[in-house]
């Protein structure tokens, strides 16, 4: 009688007697030690999963428990629980099943079938579907637990070494800690509640915001002005093309015409020296048949023996043909036009060379047309930052030269390596090239021992003779370490700058190809500039050393 009355007082109160897991009436129910009741079986479930752990936990607010808990019935509830299942009328009519998808946040107390969790406990670090939501807030009626809408940033509240919630500030380390780092690890250091580092914090987030507002308006501006100076160099690069293309086909029509007039010209040279010629080859071929025919007729009257008819044959016979005289005619015997061939290929090698000039001063302007002006970089972590990897060409390398650590490091020896014959060796001047070129901005270092240059270099620079020294030609910029105690030079297309001495061991060597800019550092505590060259670069750059005392070295860093 008394459980039938305790059952029918709490039919009102349906929810106390429902499992948060199942959602059903309560089957063998069980209370933990946190007051959370579950069905036996469901509870099991749950703790079965984080065997692995060995710690378990309370599906609802997620307190611990280490060891496993004994579970025992509660005989007393388990019957105030069955009586009410055999009393009520209607049964318990589910809320809306609505599972979690692609990018929802689940419910942390559902088994099996995970649904949409639709608010999360921030002082339980659970996130609840509406049911659960529901049996969580009727389950603590009193205590008015922070709920927010359902995230799944929970485990960032949670400390990873204690699994306890984040509530303190720690101002020293500037992190969010849980009470016990507060007596472990940030012991003594500068703490105060999440709530007071909040506020404090806040002051600065208007500051904060106005500072990034004004850097979104300086990009946006500075988007636009990039997207505008890129349509119009598009636009212009068209047009220059089109342009282009236009003038050199009319140059090469204007070439073909001046070719078509050369070749009428020698043509009409020709048909008018052979038409002369011929016309005199059919005189000489009438003269020639008549002088034989007449010859023929003497020999035949040498031997008649009518003396009447020679001597009046002979007189017809004997004399000339009128005909032109064949010494009055000079004959070139060295007829050829090699000369003209010789005018072709000079202005051929004239136009090249107009060419070639005139395409260095294109290529300069070309270079001139940037949407994008990117400041030079000054300290040593900006250059680094166009750091590239370079390695030494064994096909360039001279004689003298012994290549070593991964063909990063050249030493000059004082015996020739046995290097097999190659059109890019160094036959005179103990040289090497990299493999790899320079068209953009780069950066590299070197470390030094000794008598060692620093170059860059066309590739195509002669790899034999007086030409081949990097110092002495129009293809290559050299850095000369070491050029007496006092000083040290920089050498391009035999022209000599004297620089003071470069004092470190560590030389860094900066290439702004776009920009026609070389620049050469002495590298230590800092950047200390030592040669500048600012010229127009026409093709790509590589790296090259000349060695030029013996066991001296240098080292790619």
């Known amino acids: 009688m008394r459980l039938r009355k305790m059952a029918e007082a709490t039919q009102s109160n349906q929810d106390l007697f429902t499992c948060p897991v199942c959602l059903d009436l309560l089957r063998d129910p069980v209370t933990l030690h946190c007051g959370h009741r579950y069905c036996t079986g469901c509870i099991k479930d749950c703790w079965d999963q984080e065997d692995q752990k060995g710690v378990y936990s309370c599906p609802q607010c997620r307190q611990t428990f280490t060891p496993r808990p004994v579970l025992n019935k509660k005989n007393i509830f388990a019957e105030v629980v069955e009586q009410y299942r055999k009393s009520r009328i209607q049964p318990v009519v589910p809320a809306p099943v609505v599972c979690a998808g692609a990018g929802d946040v689940e419910c942390d107390v559902c088994t099996g079938r995970k649904l949409k969790a639709v608010k999360s406990c ?4 659970v996130s609840y579907c509406e049911t659960h939501y529901k049996a969580h807030n009727d389950v603590n009626p009193r205590r008015k637990h922070k709920m927010v809408d359902a995230t799944g940033q929970l485990q960032e509240r949670i400390c990873t070494q204690h699994e306890k919630p984040l509530e303190v500030f720690c101002r020293t380390d500037q992190t969010c800690v ?3 780092c507060v007596m472990d690890e940030h012991k003594g250091h500068d703490t105060v509640s999440a709530s007071a580092g909040r506020k404090e914090e806040q002051t600065h987030l208007g500051e904060t915001q106005r500072r990034f507002q004004q850097r979104i308006l300086e990009r946006e501006k500075e988007l636009q002005e990039l997207r505008k100076a890129v349509e119009t160099l598009k636009s212009s690069a068209q047009t220059a093309v089109e342009d282009s293309e236009r003038i050199f086909t009319e140059m090469i029509r204007s070439i073909e015409r001046r070719r078509s007039e050369v070749t009428e010209l020698i043509r009409g040279q020709e048909k008018a020296e052979v038409s002369q010629a011929e016309e005199h080859l059919e005189q000489l071929e009438q003269e ?10 003497l020999e035949q009257l040498s031997h008649t023996e009518d003396h009447i008819h020679f001597l009046k044959t ?21 007829l050829s036009f090699e000369a003209v061939k010789k005018s072709v290929s000079s202005l051929k090698g004239q136009l090249e060379d107009f060419c070639k000039e005139e395409l260095m001063k294109i290529s300069a302007a070309v270079a001139k047309v940037q949407a994008m002006l990117l400041p030079e970089p000054t300290t040593r972590e900006e250059f680094l930052q166009y750091s590239c990897h370079f390695t030494l060409d064994p096909n360039t390398a001279n004689g003298l030269l012994y290549l070593s650590e991964g063909n990063r490091r050249v030493e000059r020896s004082d015996t020739s390596q046995a290097y097999p014959d190659h059109p890019e060796r160094f036959n005179m001047y103990a040289e090497v090239l990299c493999r790899e070129g320079v068209s953009g901005r780069s950066y590299w270092e070197v470390e030094r021992s000794g008598n060692v240059d620093i170059a860059v270099s066309y590739k195509s620079i002669s790899r034999r003779g007086h030409e081949s020294w990097f110092g002495g030609s129009d293809q290559a910029w050299m850095l000369c370490t070491y050029c007496s105690s006092s000083s040290c030079s920089f050498y391009h297309s035999k022209k000599q700058t004297k620089l003071p001495l470069v004092a470190s061991s560590r030389i860094g060597v900066y290439v702004d190809h776009r920009a026609g800019t070389l620049a050469f550092y002495n590298v230590s505590d800092t950047m200390t500039l030592l040669h500048r060259v600012q010229t127009t670069f026409t093709h790509t750059l590589y790296p090259g050393f000349y060695i030029s005392g013996v066991k001296s070295s240098v080292k790619l860093l």
């Open 122 to 125: 921030l002082e339980c670090l």
């Open 178 to 180: 849980c009470l016990l």
């Open 288 to 297: 020639i048949a008549e002088l034989k025919r007449r010859d023929a007729e």
């Open 314 to 334: 002979f007189q017809s016979v004997s004399s000339t043909p009128e005909t032109k005289a064949v010494s009055s005619t000079c004959v070139d015997q060295s």
